[in-house]
């Protein structure tokens, strides 16, 4: 059996949809909310939804498509399928090609969500790692700063030094892993797109958790 809502949502955005029937979102992804005629931009359109602040009204690609045109469920579909030239096989019998092409793209659709999910956890546990590391390098600076700082001993304060850095190499990798980095010789030294920063951390290029009195590898571009 045809899963239209996943079919349709597979190849169309929500940014599509609003763009295409109400307003461009622009660079905010914010548009006038259609379900109670707002005149300012409360609407949020992202993450496969359209969500107002003010009403609360939230729409996927086909309830906005119901609400805008005042369609049931099955003409939302009809319709999405037409304009955006999807050719999928609503409101008729599926030949074999077309049965088998459709369970292949659920199949692959099916992939791509579990590939999705192992790497999201994936990057929540290197985001902890970095944030747990930080504390570490903290509670380790805290106890150990040199009371008397002339009377340590080189090798003392070579550690504490190199603590300070690591320090400053953590508190921006946290930042730049929630999309917050500030602009420093680390954005020169590491990349600084969310994406890459993950494969560069989960990949062993950018060393963060050693001891305290262990040098990072400073991974280059």
Not at 55 to 80: H, N, P, T, Y
Not at 157 to 175: G, H, K, N, T
Not at 187 to 193: A, D, Q, R, T
Request: overall charge positive; proline content about 3%.
């Amino acid at each position: 059996m045809l899963d239209i809502a996943a079919e349709l949502k597979s190849r169309i955005t929500i940014t599509d949809v609003i763009s295409r029937y109400w307003e461009d979102p622009g660079n905010y992804n914010r548009v006038r909310c259609f379900a109670h005629n707002g005149a300012d931009k409360n609407m949020l359109v992202r993450n496969g939804l359209a969500y107002c602040f003010v009403c609360g009204a939230k729409f996927d690609i086909i309830s906005a498509v119901q609400k805008l045109f005042e369609l049931d469920f099955l003409a939302a579909c009809m319709k999405l399928n037409i304009d955006f030239a999807l050719n999928l096989p609503i409101g008729r019998k599926l030949s074999s090609a077309e049965y088998h092409e459709l369970k292949k793209s659920e199949q692959l659709r099916a992939e791509k969500k579990r590939a999705e999910i192992i790497r999201a956890r994936a990057e929540h546990n290197i985001f902890m790692r970095v944030c747990n590391q930080l504390r570490r390098v903290e509670s380790w600076l805290k106890r150990m700063e040199p009371s008397e700082p002339m009377n340590a001993s080189e090798f003392w304060l070579d550690m504490y030094f190199r603590a300070l850095e690591q320090r400053e190499l953590l508190e921006w990798l946290a930042d730049a892993l929630t999309g917050k980095a500030p602009e420093c010789a680390f954005s020169k030294l590491y990349p600084v797109n969310k994406s890459e920063l993950y494969d560069a951390l989960l990949s062993g290029k950018i060393v963060f958790d050693k001891p305290v009195t262990m040098v990072y590898n400073l991974y280059s571009i």
